[in-house]
């Protein structure tokens, strides 16, 4: 088996629509143009391909504090996001990251669910860490919880969750504290999942030989 973390393509994204769909629904993803700019946004839409077989993925946007808030509060959604509403990623700036449309594909069988969404938990961390030692500031990452699954990955990852903001629709609102202790628990969790034989976030690739393990604490 080969996994490849990789920048989500236009191919990727019109191949994966159903995978996300599933789960967010086609509206809950929003505009396919609105979807396409975003691809250009860097080191924000990341595809987890298995021998070239898409497997799932997961998007990174740094946002302003009000939309972000909006977000979290369910007074505005993922699917409004557009390129003209992330933030560029600056050297020494503080960035607060969204974690959105996290997945894997609902056809696998379950066991296999559980070992890619592991292995999709530990490219996460690997494109943070990266971020992180090329000189990045981020000072948090949040997210929302709005299927059993997503909330699952989320908890296992070490994200916490942000019981003084009420949902809207009741999802539930997380975040991750890039702590000392919190930057320590995503390299820990970025040996145990990925291998990463890349040096830059814009070409991670994951090998690995035969059926491997789940992680016990993934």
């Not at 991670?204 to 030989?209: N, P, Q, V």
Request: hydrophobic share 40%.
């Amino acid at each position: 088996m080969t996994l490849t973390l990789a920048p989500t393509s236009l191919t990727d994204l019109e191949a994966s629509w159903e995978i996300y769909a599933h789960y967010f629904g086609d509206e809950g993803l929003g505009k396919r143009e609105d979807c396409y700019s975003l691809l250009k946004c860097p080191y924000s839409c990341w595809t987890l391909k298995d021998d070239g077989q898409i497997i799932g993925g997961f998007s990174l946007f740094s946002l302003s504090s009000a939309f972000l808030s909006a977000i979290l509060a369910g007074q505005r959604f993922d699917s409004e996001i557009t390129f003209e509403d992330v933030l560029p990623f600056k050297q020494g700036e503080p960035a607060h990251l969204y974690l959105a449309a996290g997945a894997v594909d609902a056809s696998l069988p379950a066991h296999a669910r559980k070992f890619y969404a592991g292995r999709l938990a530990g490219s996460f961390a690997s494109v943070i860490c990266l971020l992180y030692e090329q000189g990045y500031t981020i000072e948090a990452i949040y997210g929302l919880a709005v299927t059993a699954e997503g909330e699952q990955i989320i908890s296992r990852i070490g994200f916490t969750p942000l019981g003084e903001i009420v949902n809207t629709y009741h999802y539930k609102p997380y975040s991750y504290a890039m702590t000392e202790q919190g930057l320590k628990r995503l390299r820990s969790l970025r040996r145990l999942a990925p291998a990463l034989l890349a040096d830059s976030p814009d070409a991670i690739k994951i090998s690995s030989e035969g059926a491997l393990p789940v992680p016990s604490s993934l």
